[in-house]
Nanobody, 125 residues
Framework: QVQLVQSGGGLVQAGDSLRLSCAPSGRTFSMYTMGWFRQAPGKEREFVAAISRSGGTTYYADSVKGRFTISRTNAKNTVTLQMNSLKPEDTAVYYC??????????????????WGQGTQVTVSS
């Protein structure tokens, strides 16, 4: 069982930056592919970014590519999402997810077994 505790988020203006963090419990953090998803009101949860177990490979949605950076520190059991040049359309509840399964579609929320509590990000224009 993995518990994910999120921190960060808040209300910012367009063009500002925010950092989200996710701290999974347990000693086997390095065995999990980690991802960030977001969900706006009335919309489905959508993929934002993912990072491989080693941290060597990252994946991004086209809408955030070049603005967001996902990273992880396995020694500290932490995964972060650095969000720069925020836009009003980035407004959503952001969730970190973890999966220990292999051969997954990392862009699919259904592939993730564990989720953080969610954190609100609001970007005003």
């Amino acid at each position: 069982q993995v518990q994910l505790v999120q921190s960060g988020g808040g209300l910012v203006q367009a063009g500002d930056s925010l950092r989200l963090s996710c701290a999974p419990s347990g000693r086997t953090f390095s065995m999990y592919t980690m991802g960030w998803f977001r969900q706006a009101p009335g919309k489905e949860r959508e993929f934002v970014a993912a990072i491989s177990r080693s941290g060597g490979t990252t994946y991004y949605a086209d809408s955030v590519k070049g603005r967001f950076t996902i990273s992880r520190t396995n020694a500290k059991n932490t995964v972060t999402l650095q969000m720069n040049s925020l836009k009003p359309e980035d407004t959503a509840v952001y969730y970190c997810g973890a999966t220990g399964r292999s051969y997954i579609d990392r862009y699919d929320a259904g592939a993730y077994d564990y989720w953080g509590q969610g954190t609100q990000v609001t970007v005003s224009s």
